[in-house]
């Protein structure tokens, strides 16, 4: 909250998104018939602390509030609070604040003068800056165009943007997210079928080094059916080719034993796991 209670300044409002209300140091913006007596301390940024004695409303510039009366404040103050609270919309950009109802039609600009967004109360200022406002907001309008051109490239889009002679300053701008996104190409995964009948296809997977089991083990093997996905799992101390390989007739007697038999037997057989 900016306030202090020297050097009185009438007519003068800063737009503040510190300030819980609207305080204002002139009475006469009130309306007479709203006025009412009041007793409220407000405690300030600088510990220091100022007294509000009346409440009532105020027309400021085609926005309707309500505020507190503050004599000691230099300036007075506009809550964003408040704004929001009552439906108004306030934007800050380029030095410029602007604040619009909710048709979207902006009523009050501020303009950033040494830390503050002091605000425009006069006509012929209000539209001066409500002008800049706009102009600022073109003044970084590649990307606009290029959403309103549904993403195109940034090569057509210069064409297009210059051969209409437009004044938007032209520097491509960096990665644009949602065309990262949007334009990178998917893996698109079909279902495959499973194998019918138990045991016909197995697949199988080597894992580890790991932490010592009690029995010194360091690898895992798997082997899952295709058609059930039952899985068994051997431990290894080592990864050589032959205790896995002894490893895989031991399963396949397993196998055998069900009255089943491994047609096919898929794996990615890195650094020769079944190799002799």
Not at 113 to 142: C, F, M, P, W
Not at 221 to 234: A, G, K, L, M, S
Request: glycine content about 6%; overall charge positive.
């Amino acid at each position: 909250m900016v306030a202090s209670h020297r050097s009185a300044t009438l007519d003068t409002w800063a737009i503040d998104s510190g300030a819980s209300h609207n305080y204002c140091n002139n009475l006469g913006n009130f309306r007479q018939d709203s006025v009412t007596e009041t007793n409220m301390i407000i405690r300030l940024g600088d510990k220091s602390q100022a007294q509000a004695i009346k409440k009532g409303a105020i027309h400021l510039s085609g926005v309707d509030i309500e505020a507190f009366f503050v004599p000691d404040f230099r300036i007075s103050l506009l809550s964003v609070g408040q704004l929001d609270f009552y439906g108004y919309t306030t934007t800050f950009r380029s030095g410029i604040c602007s604040i619009a109802n909710t048709n979207g039609r902006i009523v009050l600009s501020a303009t950033l003068k040494q830390g503050l967004y002091i605000l425009s109360l006069d006509g012929s200022a209000h539209i001066s800056e409500i002008r800049y406002l706009r102009t600022a907001q073109r003044s970084n309008t590649v990307n606009i165009w290029h959403q309103r051109f549904a993403h195109l490239n940034y090569t057509d889009l210069k064409h297009i943007l210059e051969s209409n002679k437009s004044r938007t300053p032209w520097t491509i701008p960096g990665l644009y997210e949602t065309c990262v996104h949007t334009k990178q190409q998917y893996v698109i995964r079909t279902k495959s079928s499973r194998i019918s009948m138990p045991f016909e296809l197995v697949h199988s997977d080597l894992c580890g080094p790991m932490k010592h089991s009690n029995g010194g083990a360091q690898y895992y093997i798997i082997y899952i059916d295709d058609c059930t996905r039952y899985t068994e799992v051997y431990f290894l101390v080592t990864k050589s080719a032959e205790e896995i390989s002894a490893k895989f007739r031991h399963y396949q007697v397993w196998v055998e034993a069900q009255g089943f038999h491994i047609k096919q037997f898929r794996s990615d057989n890195r650094s020769g796991e079944y190799s002799n």
